[in-house]
Each structure stands twice: as C-alpha cells, then as structure tokens.
C-alpha cells in the first residue's frame, strides 16, 4: 500500500491510472478467488483502501482543499505525533 504523502504527489492523470490498475487487480483477483484459493486474501481489502484514499485526493482536488506533500530535507526529522 502507497504512502499517502506520495499519492499526493501525483497528478490528476496519474491518480487516475492507479485507480484503473487497482481496479483491473481487483477484478484478476476476484476471478482468481472463483477458481482456487488466493496467496494473500488481504491483497483485496488493501486494493479496495487505496482506491479510497485515491478517490479522496480527487475529490480534494476538485474542492480546491488538496495539501500537496512537502518534501523534507535531508537533515530535517518528521513532526512527532501526539
């Protein structure tokens, strides 16, 4: 599964390539689950998630409220959570 941080980084064009791929995945995947049993099960369930967020970036897109990533520095450390 794809960071989010680079997602954001792709365009609208790209994005919409992943999502035709993943789909594709998905309907090999399903066809596959019909005839004998999958190596990794999860693999459809991840798939279906990144379309999700995937869709989501689209949407934000189109709001105009989409962050893009900010790239770090080499010396710089990520923000802690809290």
């Known amino acids: 599964m794809e960071k989010l941080e680079r997602l954001r980084e792709l365009s609208r064009e790209e994005l919409a390539q992943k999502i035709s791929e993943h789909k594709e995945e998905i309907f090999n995947l399903r066809l596959t689950r019909t005839t ?6 999860i693999r459809l369930r991840s ?5 999700a967020k ?3 970036l689209l949407q934000e897109d189109e709001l105009g409220t ?17």
């Open 54 to 56: 995937i869709k989501t």
């Open 47 to 51: 798939l279906r998630r990144e379309i």
């Open 36 to 41: 004998k049993d999958l190596d990794n099960p």
């Open 66 to 82: 989409r962050k893009l990533a900010v790239p770090r520095t080499l010396g710089e450390k990520a923000p802690e959570k809290k």
